[in-house]
């Protein structure tokens, strides 16, 4: 006979957001049931943002040591990942075990459940023989899997996607990735660094597409520099395996050939399986689980988290979990709940890309009145000071009717941090006057925001 539990909240899916969720509503007093199927944690820690910069790192350090020769002496580099495969199992993964976090809920107060959770309704979940009855709320935070694209014979040529890259004990001699992509860019070069070729495959007219044509130019000059191939506009119409070797064919009837094949072109939510039908909705008709802009699926029903499709960054779902917690608990404090447009973001190619807010498009199909000012990083005064792997530019983009920042982005070194200011500046609405009037240390990469702002009128 099955089992039927009563308990406050049930969390579907324990990655980063739901995590956050159950971890806080047990702190709090609740009895929370948290459900995960994998790994505590999600895909960050374990596939993705931590054993992923770990890579970009290492690959930095290289980068930087060949850069000595005619700067400060002569050093001989030979690339070796081998330690950076231990470090990535030793050190983030723990050998892709989540018993460390497992204990982590359930030192709070929270049940763990090994499985995959199903709805049957709004307030009961289903796994194995076991049905919890929420009376407080349910949240769906199942996160996302990498997409497969409908290339012919893509099935058959055994292709890496982010989590067989990072888990990787040693690099293939030669490399194609299809997607230029943040996590598709980030993973080439850096491979390219080791000692692996590389070849790159876009489907759109530029690499980073979701990016300023700034942002796309200034990391593409320094890919091809490096000796990555680029391929943009020709999208794979085809693979197939050879031997040792996978050939991809482009649609202009170019064939490319490599070892490893790795396939990043975007995610697709985890919809499927969770008994979303039990709730009215169709699974096949949604890209994301549709909510509202307080995250409500339906009555008693919440959604964060990579699933939902508003930022697919680790520190969206953290801020996500926040407005959860606060509707569970009823409380009336205010955690931001800032628009999609204005959650900043960061791309760990070398260089780094950062950006926040509208892009220059994005702004004038808004209807805003643009101004636009753009400073070389290699212009400015940190920039020539740093010599070689200075490459980058800071592009702002501003509301002339209102004076204020509606977009920025910033590539070149630590464009990341660089990004700081910005993203406080559009998210704040900070005057342009007021941004202006303040002292900017120099010489600091920081400083070419100044310059750019001094363009703008």
Same mark, same amino acid.
């Given at each position: =006979?099955?089992?039927?539990?009563?308990?406050?909240?049930?969390?579907?899916? =324990?990655?980063?957001? @739901?995590?956050?969720?159950?971890?806080?509503?047990?702190?709090?007093?609740?009895?929370?049931? /948290?459900?995960?199927?994998?790994?505590?944690?999600?895909?960050?820690?374990?596939?993705?943002?931590?054993?992923?910069? =770990?890579?970009? !790192?290492?690959?930095?350090?290289?980068?930087?040591?060949?850069?000595?020769? /005619? #700067?400060?002496?002569?050093?001989? +580099?030979?690339?070796?990942?081998?330690?950076?495969?231990?470090?990535?199992?030793?050190?983030?993964?723990?050998?892709?075990?989540?018993?460390?976090?497992?204990?982590?809920?359930?030192?709070?107060?929270?049940?763990?459940?090994?499985?995959?959770?199903?709805?049957?309704?709004?307030?009961?979940? &289903?796994?194995?023989?076991?049905?919890? %009855?929420? !009376?407080?709320?349910?949240?769906?935070?199942?996160?996302?899997?990498?997409?497969?694209?409908?290339?012919?014979?893509?099935?058959?040529?055994?292709?890496?996607?982010?989590?067989?890259?990072?888990?990787?004990?040693?690099?293939?001699?030669?490399? &194609?990735?299809?997607?230029?992509? $943040?996590?598709?860019?980030?993973?080439? *070069?850096?491979?390219?660094?080791?000692?692996?070729?590389?070849? +790159?495959?876009? $489907?759109?007219?530029? &690499?980073?597409?979701?990016?300023?044509?700034?942002?796309?130019?200034?990391?593409?000059?320094?890919?091809?520099?490096? @000796? &990555?191939?680029?391929?943009?506009?020709?999208?794979?119409?085809? #693979?197939?395996?050879?031997?040792?070797?996978?050939?991809?064919?482009? +649609?202009?009837?170019?064939?490319?050939?490599?070892? *490893?094949?790795?396939?990043?072109?975007?995610?697709?939510?985890?919809?499927?399986?969770?008994?979303?039908?039990?709730?009215?909705?169709?699974?096949?008709?949604?890209?994301?689980?549709?909510?509202?802009?307080?995250?409500?699926?339906?009555?008693?029903?919440?959604?964060?988290?990579?699933?939902?499709?508003?930022?697919?960054?680790?520190?969206?779902?953290?801020?996500?979990?926040?407005?959860?917690?606060?509707?569970?608990?009823?409380?009336?404090?205010?955690?931001?709940?800032?628009?999609?447009?204005?959650?900043?973001?960061?791309?760990?190619?070398?260089?780094?890309? @950062?950006? #926040?807010?509208?892009?220059?498009?994005?702004?004038?199909?808004?209807?805003?009145?643009?101004?636009?000012?753009? *400073?070389? %990083?290699?212009?400015?005064?940190?920039?020539?000071?740093?010599?070689?792997?200075?490459?980058?530019?800071?592009?702002?983009? $501003?509301?002339?009717?209102?004076?204020?920042?509606?977009?920025?982005?910033?590539?070149?070194?630590? @464009?990341?941090?660089?990004?700081?200011?910005? $993203?406080?500046?559009?998210?704040?609405?900070?005057?342009?006057?007021?941004?202006?009037? =303040?002292?900017?240390?120099?010489?600091?990469?920081?400083?070419?925001?100044?310059?750019?702002?001094?363009?703008?009128?």
């Amino acid at each position: =006979m099955a089992n039927e539990i009563e308990t406050d909240v049930v969390v579907i899916g =324990m990655g980063i957001g @739901g995590e956050a969720v159950a971890g806080t509503l047990a702190e709090r007093g609740l009895d929370v049931v /948290g459900i995960e199927s994998e790994l505590v944690g999600g895909e960050c820690p374990y596939w993705g943002c931590l054993p992923s910069k =770990m890579i970009v !790192r290492a690959a930095g350090l290289l980068a930087e040591a060949r850069r000595v020769d /005619g #700067v400060a002496g002569t050093v001989t +580099v030979e690339p070796d990942f081998g330690p950076v495969a231990s470090r990535i199992s030793e050190e983030a993964t723990d050998g892709w075990n989540d018993q460390v976090a497992v204990d982590r809920f359930v030192g709070k107060g929270g049940h763990f459940v090994r499985g995959a959770g199903r709805l049957d309704g709004p307030d009961r979940v &289903i796994v194995g023989d076991t049905t919890y %009855v929420a !009376r407080r709320g349910v949240v769906l935070a199942t996160g996302t899997s990498a997409f497969i694209p409908p290339v012919d014979g893509i099935g058959a040529v055994d292709a890496w996607t982010n989590r067989e890259a990072v888990s990787a004990k040693e690099l293939p001699q030669s490399l &194609i990735t299809l997607g230029a992509g $943040a996590i598709g860019l980030e993973l080439s *070069q850096s491979f390219a660094r080791f000692g692996t070729s590389v070849t +790159v495959v876009e $489907a759109q007219d530029r &690499i980073l597409p979701l990016e300023e044509p700034e942002a796309s130019e200034a990391v593409q000059e320094v890919l091809e520099a490096e @000796g &990555i191939a680029v391929h943009t506009g020709q999208p794979a119409t085809a #693979v197939r395996r050879e031997g040792d070797q996978v050939v991809a064919t482009l +649609v202009d009837g170019t064939e490319l050939r490599a070892d *490893q094949l790795l396939v990043s072109v975007g995610r697709r939510a985890n919809l499927h399986g969770i008994g979303l039908e039990t709730i009215g909705i169709d699974p096949d008709a949604e890209r994301f689980l549709p909510v509202d802009d307080e995250l409500v699926v339906t009555d008693g029903v919440w959604g964060l988290g990579d699933v939902v499709g508003k930022g697919l960054f680790t520190h969206s779902a953290a801020h996500q979990a926040k407005i959860v917690v606060s509707a569970i608990l009823g409380e009336d404090e205010e955690v931001g709940r800032s628009a999609d447009a204005f959650v900043p973001r960061a791309t760990f190619t070398d260089p780094e890309v @950062g950006s #926040v807010g509208l892009s220059e498009a994005s702004a004038r199909e808004a209807g805003i009145d643009v101004a636009v000012a753009t *400073q070389r %990083v290699p212009w400015s005064a940190r920039g020539w000071l740093h010599g070689p792997g200075n490459e980058g530019v800071i592009k702002l983009v $501003a509301d002339t009717d209102r004076q204020v920042l509606v977009g920025a982005t910033s590539v070149g070194p630590h @464009g990341g941090e660089v990004l700081g200011l910005l $993203a406080l500046a559009v998210h704040a609405e900070i005057p342009i006057p007021t941004l202006r009037s =303040m002292i900017y240390a120099y010489p600091t990469f920081h400083r070419g925001i100044e310059d750019a702002l001094n363009q703008l009128g």
